[in-house]
C-alpha cells in the first residue's frame, strides 16, 4: 500500500504484488495528514476486499510522511511521482507534477529512476492552488474550468509569478472585457509555462507524462501539449501516482528483503 499525503489531499492506492492495482481512494487533508491516511486506508481494505493483516507493507510520499505512524517506509515525492508515473506508462522519461503548493519536473532514466528534478521556486501562482483561487474568485466550479477553457479563442496568459498580482492582472482582464474561457485558458497556459521553464531546466525528453491532481483536467493536457510541442501521457490514475509509487517501491524493499525478513503486517491502521 502507498499513500501520498499531500497538502491538499491524500491519495492512496493498493496493489498485489507491487503489480496489479487493486484500489484507490482519495479525500481532502485538512491539516490531519494521520487522521485522513487512517480513513484512506479503511476505503483501500474495503473496495479491495481484503483484510488489514493481509496488507504485508505501507510506504508513505508527501508532505505529510512522516506523520504516519504505522508505515514501514517513507519516500520523497519526487521518488514516488516518477517511479508512479512509469508504472503507468512504461516509456516515460519526463515527468511533469503539478500540485496543490508546488509543481516539479522530473528526468526519469531508462531504469526509470530519478535522473535530474526542479520544483518552482516562486509562488502558489505556479501551482494547482492557483487554479482553486480562480475558480473561486471568478465563480467557476473546478470540474467546469476545463469545459469552459477548451472553448477559448484568444488565451490572454497571466505573467505575474506571484498569485496576488496574478489576481490583480485577472481583475484587469474582466475589466477589459476579455471573454471568461480566455481567461481560464490563460490561467492554465500560465501554469504550462512556468512547467515547461522547470522542464528546460532538467532537459525534455519524450515520453512525457503529467502527473498530479490537474491531470483529470483535459484544458491543462492541451494547454501543455501545446507549450512542449509534444504529446503529453495522462490518464484518470494520473492524480494517485505518488501513492502507486510509493506501493511499488515499498513492494521492491519488502522482496529485497526476503521471505526471513519481519515484517508487521497492517493492523493498527484500521479498526
Do not use: W
Amino acid at each position: 500500500m502507498g499513500l501520498d499525503l499531500g497538502s491538499g489531499s491524500t491519495k492512496g492506492a493498493l496493489l498485489e504484488d507491487g503489480v496489479r492495482l487493486l484500489a484507490e481512494a482519495r479525500l481532502p487533508t485538512r491539516g490531519q495528514p494521520a487522521a485522513i491516511g487512517h480513513q484512506i486506508v479503511e476505503r483501500l481494505v474495503e473496495e479491495a476486499n481484503v483484510l488489514p493483516g493481509e496488507v504485508r507493507y505501507l510506504a508513505t510520499t508527501g508532505f505529510g510522511r512522516y506523520a504516519y505512524p504505522e508505515r514501514h517506509l517513507q519516500l520523497s515525492d519526487i521518488t514516488a511521482s516518477a517511479r508512479g508515473a512509469v508504472f503507468l506508462f512504461p516509456g516515460t522519461r519526463h515527468v511533469v507534477d503539478i500540485g496543490a503548493q508546488s509543481s516539479r519536473s522530473i528526468a526519469v532514466t531508462p531504469a526509470g529512476k530519478v535522473g535530474r528534478f526542479k520544483m518552482n521556486e516562486k509562488c502558489a501562482a505556479g501551482a494547482g492552488r492557483f487554479v482553486e483561487r480562480c475558480s473561486k474568485y471568478l465563480q467557476v466550479p473546478l470540474e467546469e474550468i476545463s469545459a469552459k477553457a477548451l472553448s477559448a479563442r484568444s488565451p490572454k496568459t497571466i505573467s505575474s509569478v506571484c498569485a496576488v498580482l496574478a489576481e490583480t492582472e485577472i481583475i484587469n482582464n474582466i475589466s477589459e472585457g476579455v471573454a471568461l474561457p480566455d481567461i481560464l485558458m490563460g490561467v492554465l497556459l500560465s501554469l504550462a509555462q512556468r512547467g515547461h521553464a522547470l522542464m528546460r531546466y532538467v532537459g525534455i525528453e519524450p515520453e512525457v507524462t503529467l502527473v498530479g491532481g490537474l491531470v483529470g483536467c483535459e484544458a491543462m493536457v492541451r494547454a501543455l501539449e501545446q507549450t512542449v510541442k509534444l504529446p503529453v501521457n495522462a490518464n484518470v490514475h494520473g492524480p494517485y501516482a505518488a501513492a502507486i509509487g510509493a506501493a511499488v517501491l515499498g513492494y521492491t524493499r519488502l522482496t529485497k528483503a526476503g521471505p526471513a525478513a519481519s515484517v508487521a503486517p497492517l493492523v493498527g491502521a484500521v479498526g
